[in-house]
């Protein structure tokens, strides 16, 4: 798929002020600093279309990202920032569990997982809700600049061997790194088959 135009729409800590043109949408959600802004300035080729840091907890609220004028790319706030105090992460539950569960046009979440790292319950947990209540889910290892090709693979096969520990089927799995664009054409190919299965009644 051709990004034609990637622009900033709206950022707001509330789901039912987000867009409601009725378009499809696509978000980003991992732990903090995992790459998920990154990853969206990556993926429309627009460096600073969201914002990014080298310290957790940047992004804060539910950004939408308007693609081709036709759908949202959406960057959320990441969890398991360990600053974060108690009250701010279960308001921080609170908020995305409900953009999850009520958004009707989300298609897909891209769940982002440092490809550097053992699986992490955190992330096995956040899946395992998304299954309970049957939210499709892809996963992006994150940053595979960092590491040679082989140890990718060692990483990845470890991860999908913990997961099929409680999944019967893996859910589509793609490798990515906001430095080198590895992986933007084909998480941008899987955008555009599930856009096209989309018909609007
Ligand atoms: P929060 O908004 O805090 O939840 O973080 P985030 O997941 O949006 O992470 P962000 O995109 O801000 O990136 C965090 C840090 O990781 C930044 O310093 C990025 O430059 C770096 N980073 C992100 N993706 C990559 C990548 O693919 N390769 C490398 N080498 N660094 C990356
Ligand atoms: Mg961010």
Redesign the pocket.
């Known amino acids: 798929m051709k990004i034609k135009s990637a622009t900033f729409t709206v950022s707001n800590s509330d789901h039912k002020l987000a867009p409601t043109d009725g378009r499809p949408e696509f978000a980003f959600i ?1 732990r ?8 969206i300035n990556m993926l429309t080729d627009v460096k600073k279309l969201a914002k ?3 310290t ?4 804060q609220l539910i950004n939408h990202f308007e693609i081709n004028k036709e759908w949202y790319l959406v960057d959320l ?2 969890y398991g920032f360990a600053k974060a105090s108690k009250t701010s992460r279960s308001q921080w539950e609170k908020f995305i569990a409900e953009y999850l569960l009520q958004r009707d046009t989300l298609m897909n979440i891209f769940v ?1 997982i440092d490809s550097r790292i053992e699986p992490q319950q955190i992330d096995l947990e956040f899946m395992g809700w998304c299954g309970e209540k049957g939210l499709p889910f892809a996963i992006i290892f ?2 595979a ?2 590491l040679n090709s082989s140890k990718i693979a060692q990483n990845v096969a470890h991860y999908k061997k913990e997961l099929l520990k409680n999944w019967e089927e893996l859910p589509p799995i793609f490798i ?4 080198s664009k590895k992986g933007r054409e084909e998480v941008l190919e899987y955008v555009d088959e599930i856009l096209k299965s989309f018909v609007i009644e």
């Open positions: 991992g903090s600093n995992v790459g998920k802004s990154s990853l990014t840091s080298s957790p907890g940047k992004t706030p990441g982002l994150t940053k600049d960092k990515s790194s906001s430095e």
